[in-house]
């Protein structure tokens, strides 16, 4: 963490002051070169957290190599441990709305017709401001190695083609070496693909003038009015390039940093006259990505490709919706990635689908988990719009409150986890499966026979672990029944676990 004397000053006036010094220095995140696949975004693969906004750009600023963020509470609870003597860094979350009790015109609560308070939700007259210090996994023992990634090239270049078809742009490959976007006319203007380097290089600058693109008024609606050398034109390229680099790693494309060095002097003279200007660039980089990546078709598919689908079609759908106008800190969709990464780690898989209920009050998403054998288990996670959750087994609730705590929802789903691996064993579902006969003699059939009351006792003491009289009974009844067979003992049965040009407006790459 900075020193004393930083931590007192505003959290956007420390990125300001840090970014500076690194655009000066020719270091700043999206002043170097990325190669594809390679990892440096930050994020938290404890909650499956993508860091967004001014966080993003303050830890991609630490100078780790490992993109890899927790909190203390986090590394310990997979096991690992914070080095003496590191120091984190504080990141922060800003609240701009909150679900407050609807009033009448007396100032009273209003009910429903159960009783319950009725909740809206209001824009905040002054954002909550939440703090949190994290650790680099630089800083932690015993995590495993960060994984290498990199998608087959035509793969990611699918992709990365599909996103530009889907968008409807109009592309247009009439340049000799020169890449812009053209407000006056809605239009981007490139090379042909095969006069840049790599095919890499070709969808990393398409992509960055798709960004500007999306500032067209029918769009984003941002400021696109200034020539090159201008403070708005400045503005404008700072958020393209923050936002490139955010898709050149989620397509595993790289990021060709282009002219950044046309740009510096106009961003640090836009950063010290204006230290929040960091804020809204990154928010507005955020929406950028968002847009952009949004226009991938079958985006979810491709993430779970190879594997059974996690994620219904109509959940998708509805959970990008949401995201779209989710606040920093509760995202929907990073609740989602955050309890399926917590499953991940016991070898468990959650699926998530729309909440079927009808209910004013129901959640918006039933997430389900299955455990190791594929199989189903009594736990359930309810989502709601504004992405707390509440996690149940068996239909108890674990938590008191619902909320989309990074560490305490993850700890409730291991919570569960936990009470159906070691519960099962003893606290047999109704849905068991026999185990395979064994081939028996006369002496094998009359010691079972001579066992039977003992059989039927344990067979009683193991019922009582069912919550229903009506599963209960039909236990003992096959119980009774094998016995009078000459079956195995139900002591045997085995329970399954269900566990450019100076004033030109062209914004040129």
């Given at each position: 963490m900075a020193g004393s004397k930083d931590t007192k000053k505003p959290y956007y006036e420390q990125i300001s002051e840090r970014l500076i010094q690194q655009l000066e220095a020719g270091t700043a995140p999206w002043q170097k070169p990325w190669e594809p696949g390679s990892h440096r975004m930050p994020h938290n693969p404890v909650s499956g957290t993508r860091y967004k906004g001014a966080n993003a750009i303050w830890l991609a600023m630490q100078g780790r190599s490992d993109p890899r963020w927790m909190t203390y509470k986090q590394a310990q609870s997979v096991n690992a441990q914070v080095s003496k003597g590191e120091k984190g860094v504080a990141v922060q979350y800003w609240k701009f709305r909150d679900r407050v009790p609807k009033r009448d015109e007396n100032g009273k609560p209003v009910l429903d017709d159960k009783g319950k308070k009725v909740m809206v939700s209001v824009e905040l007259d002054k954002p909550k401001v939440f703090s949190s210090v994290v650790f680099n996994a630089e800083q932690i023992k015993g995590l495993p190695p960060?994984?290498?990634?990199?998608?087959?090239?035509?793969?990611?270049?699918?992709?990365?083609?599909?996103?530009?078809?889907?968008?409807?742009?109009?592309?247009?490959?009439?340049?000799?070496?020169?890449?812009?976007?053209?407000?006056?006319?809605?239009?981007?203007?490139?090379?042909?693909?095969?006069?840049?380097?790599?095919?890499?290089?070709?969808?990393?600058?398409?992509?960055?003038?798709?960004?500007?693109?999306?500032?067209?008024?029918?769009?984003?609606?941002?400021?696109?009015?200034?020539?090159?050398?201008?403070?708005?034109?400045?503005?404008?390229?700072?958020?393209?390039?923050?936002?490139?680099?955010?898709?050149?790693?989620?397509?595993?494309?790289?990021?060709?940093?282009?002219?950044?060095?046309?740009?510096?002097?106009?961003?640090?003279?836009?950063?010290?006259?204006?230290?929040?200007?960091?804020?809204?660039?990154?928010?507005?980089?955020?929406?950028?990505?968002?847009?952009?990546?949004?226009?991938?078709?079958?985006?979810?598919?491709?993430?779970?490709?190879?594997?059974?689908?996690?994620?219904?079609?109509?959940?998708?759908?509805?959970?990008?919706?949401?995201?779209?106008?989710?606040?920093?800190?509760?995202?929907?969709?990073?609740?989602?990635?955050?309890?399926?990464?917590?499953?991940?780690?016991?070898?468990?898989?959650?699926?998530?689908?729309?909440?079927?209920?009808?209910?004013?009050?129901?959640?918006?998403?039933?997430?389900?988990?299955?455990?190791?054998?594929?199989?189903?288990?009594?736990?359930?996670?309810?989502?709601?719009?504004?992405?707390?959750?509440?996690?149940?087994?068996?239909?108890?609730?674990?938590?008191?409150?619902?909320?989309?705590?990074?560490?305490?929802?993850?700890?409730?789903?291991?919570?569960?986890?936990?009470?159906?691996?070691?519960?099962?064993?003893?606290?047999p579902s109704s849905s068991y499966q026999e185990a395979p006969q064994k081939p028996q003699d006369a002496e094998t059939a009359q010691e079972q026979g001579d066992g039977s009351a003992l059989s039927l006792k344990l067979a009683e003491k193991v019922a009582q672990g069912f919550k229903s009289d009506a599963d209960r009974a039909r236990f003992m009844e096959r119980v009774q029944e094998r016995l009078g067979q000459g079956a195995e003992q139900p002591s045997d049965i085995r329970i399954r676990e269900s566990a450019p040009a100076k004033g030109d407006s062209d914004m040129e790459r």
């Open positions: 960060l994984e290498a990634k990199k998608e087959p090239a035509w793969d990611r270049h699918e992709r990365a083609e599909s996103i530009l078809k889907a968008s409807g742009a109009d592309l247009h490959h009439d340049q000799g070496d020169r890449a812009f976007y053209r407000p006056s006319t809605d239009s981007i203007h490139l090379p042909d693909q095969g006069q840049f380097e790599s095919a890499d290089r070709y969808y990393s600058t398409a992509l960055h003038e798709l960004g500007h693109w999306t500032g067209h008024p029918s769009r984003l609606d941002r400021d696109l009015s200034g020539g090159f050398g201008s403070e708005s034109y400045a503005k404008e390229e700072l958020r393209a390039e923050i936002s490139s680099l955010m898709i050149g790693e989620e397509l595993e494309i790289g990021h060709d940093p282009g002219q950044h060095a046309a740009y510096v002097k106009s961003w640090v003279r836009v950063l010290k006259d204006d230290p929040k200007e960091i804020l809204r660039a990154a928010r507005d980089a955020d929406k950028i990505r968002d847009m952009v990546m949004g226009y991938e078709p079958n985006r979810d598919q491709h993430q779970e490709q190879g594997q059974k689908a996690t994620i219904t079609p109509a959940a998708a759908e509805k959970l990008h919706k949401l995201d779209k106008d989710a606040v920093e800190g509760y995202s929907p969709m990073e609740s989602w990635k955050m309890m399926q990464a917590e499953a991940a780690q016991h070898g468990y898989t959650a699926r998530i689908d729309v909440n079927k209920d009808q209910d004013d009050f129901a959640s918006q998403f039933v997430i389900g988990y299955e455990d190791r054998n594929g199989d189903q288990t009594g736990i359930r996670t309810d989502m709601y719009a504004d992405s707390k959750l509440e996690t149940s087994i068996d239909g108890r609730r674990l938590s008191t409150f619902i909320s989309n705590d990074s560490e305490s929802q993850p700890r409730h789903l291991r919570e569960a986890i936990q009470e159906h691996e070691q519960g099962k064993a003893s606290q």
